[in-house]
């Protein structure tokens, strides 16, 4: 059985909303795009990325990687190299309403039921299926308890404005911490499991 693990960069006060790029995601005349570059954090990710069977996307996240980690080079050095042959092997699931299809190689809709198809997923995959970005879907994943770990890189940075990743109206969702350290950067990296699961 896999299991289903959220992880994000988020600010001090919860945002969660365009970490990687200045074009990422400007709803609401967000204009702080690409704040968590330039913090030491490539090492974590890295550690996270090696326990990656597969990816779980919302429609916007999906055509984000599928418009970088998708066309990028695999033979590329470094980081960048080593996450995009990985995102190109590993099977990518989506949730969307509003797509027909997906080309970015290993893609497969979830179809219309998606808790339904995210519990099938996960009764049959092996290892963590990661979430990345993907706020609305995260929460409907919370709404139906699907979520098994949160795993989360708070940045010593407050925006005041942008899409929390447990914003309003977010269900309650009880956890335990796993695990908790901080990065010389400022950066505290945390993991939470349900409650129940720890």
């Not at 945002?15 to 330039?38: C, K, L, R, S």
């Amino acid at each position: 059985m896999g299991s289903i693990v959220v992880q994000t960069f988020l600010t001090l006060d919860g945002v969660a909303q365009a970490p990687g790029a200045t074009d990422e995601d400007g709803d609401g005349g967000f204009e702080h795009g690409g704040w968590q570059w330039g913090y030491d954090d490539e090492d974590t990710v890295r550690a996270w990325e090696t326990r990656t069977s597969a990816l779980l996307l919302g429609r916007r996240t999906y055509e984000i990687f599928a418009n970088s980690w998708g066309v990028w080079d695999e033979s590329a050095e470094g980081f960048q190299g080593e996450l995009t042959r990985l995102y190109n092997r590993i099977p990518k699931y989506v949730a969307s309403n509003t797509l027909g299809e997906v080309g970015w190689q290993n893609s497969y809709l979830l179809g219309p039921d998606v808790p339904a198809a995210v519990r099938r997923l996960r009764e049959e995959a092996e290892g963590e299926i990661r979430v990345w970005g993907s706020t609305r879907l995260i929460r409907t994943l919370a709404e139906h308890d699907l979520v098994d770990e949160y795993r989360m890189m708070v940045y010593p940075l407050v925006l005041g404005t942008g899409k929390r990743l447990f914003g309003d109206g977010f269900p309650l969702s009880r956890l335990a911490l796993v695990e908790t350290r901080g990065l010389a950067s400022g950066i505290v990296v945390s993991t939470y499991r349900r409650a129940e699961a720890s």
